[in-house]
């Protein structure tokens, strides 16, 4: 995951409205915008009547979609069906996008999640007025006592800044976790390869010894013993390739640790957080599009 801990890195400023920024951010952006609508545009090109094994598995998404959005918001707001699923695909993807290496995540900035955020009230209040009027819209934040007015104005307030910071809180905390976790096993990796490389018999000892432990562990059927072997024999020939020069310089230790952190950092808790966020517009927009039987008339 990269992320800069200190924001996006501004590449340049375009001149109007007094310089508007060209961020990492607003090329993860534009980059995630490209890759779906073109591959929007060819899995949705000449479709068949016999589905090929590409065009079943788009179908079965497009209708597992459909199916949530349906038990959720009830099938009178199956419409809203694309703009969930685009805010699912943009979310995951722009969580995903770091995982290349060159690019920010795009919800690791607060400016994008909260823009979502806010496109879903703005949906939730145009339908609220379109339902009530725009007076029974504004009655509404006096119910069910004129006192309870700020609470209600609060509550609005809170509910985008809410799902923003919740979706940016979790993918920006990972990716701070990942900057320092590479920084500390850099700092790891130089401490405990120079200390088996000073002379080439330290490393043979823990070489020999590794393997000894190995071959020891597999004899009697002791994992803990074998993979511990495994670790020691690494290391010793890290420590002989670091003495011969060949891996000067080189943070051993970064090498697949972090991999780990990224399945969850990335993998998971991207596809977790996309989820949430869709299922909360879901659930926020739903409350403001109830069944037509239950829609009062415009006063």
């Not at 934040?141 to 940016?168: D, G, K, Y």
């Not at 517009?281 to 008339?297: D, L």
Request: hydrophobic share 50%.
């Amino acid at each position: 995951m990269n992320v800069n801990v200190n924001g996006a890195y501004i590449y340049f400023y375009i001149p109007l409205f007094g310089g508007i920024p060209v961020t990492q951010t607003t090329l993860s952006l534009l980059l995630v915008t490209v890759f779906l609508s073109i591959t929007g545009y060819f899995l949705g090109k000449n479709l068949q009547k016999r589905p090929g094994k590409v065009q079943v598995l788009v179908e079965k998404a497009v209708t597992m979609l459909r199916t949530l959005v349906v038990e959720t918001m009830g099938e009178h707001n199956v419409a809203w069906t694309p703009f969930i699923g685009t805010l699912f695909l943009s979310s995951i993807c722009g969580s995903l996008i770091s995982m290349l290496g060159f690019f920010r995540s795009t919800t690791a900035d607060l400016s994008v999640t909260l823009t979502w955020a806010l496109m879903v009230s703005a949906i939730i209040w145009y339908n609220s007025i379109k339902r009530n009027g725009f007076l029974g819209w504004l009655k509404g934040f006096t119910e069910p006592v004129a006192v309870m007015t700020p609470m209600n104005l609060i509550s609005e307030v809170a509910q985008p800044v809410s799902m923003a910071f919740r979706h940016f809180g979790n993918v920006a905390g990972g990716g701070v976790i990942t900057s320092i976790l590479y920084t500390a096993l850099s700092a790891a990796s130089t401490i405990l390869i120079g200390l088996i490389s000073g002379t080439w018999i330290v490393p043979v000892v823990v070489l020999a010894l590794g393997g000894g432990l190995f071959f020891l562990g597999k004899k009697r059927k002791k994992t803990a013993l074998w993979i511990f072997g495994i670790v020691l024999a690494v290391l010793g020939l890290l420590g002989l390739l670091e003495f011969s020069g060949l891996l000067t310089g080189v943070p051993i230790l970064e090498f697949g640790i972090p991999a780990v952190l990224s399945l969850y950092f990335d993998l998971f808790s991207g596809f977790i957080q996309a989820f949430v966020f869709s299922l909360l517009s879901m659930v926020y927009i739903s409350g403001a599009c109830p069944p037509p039987e239950e829609i009062p008339s415009a006063t």
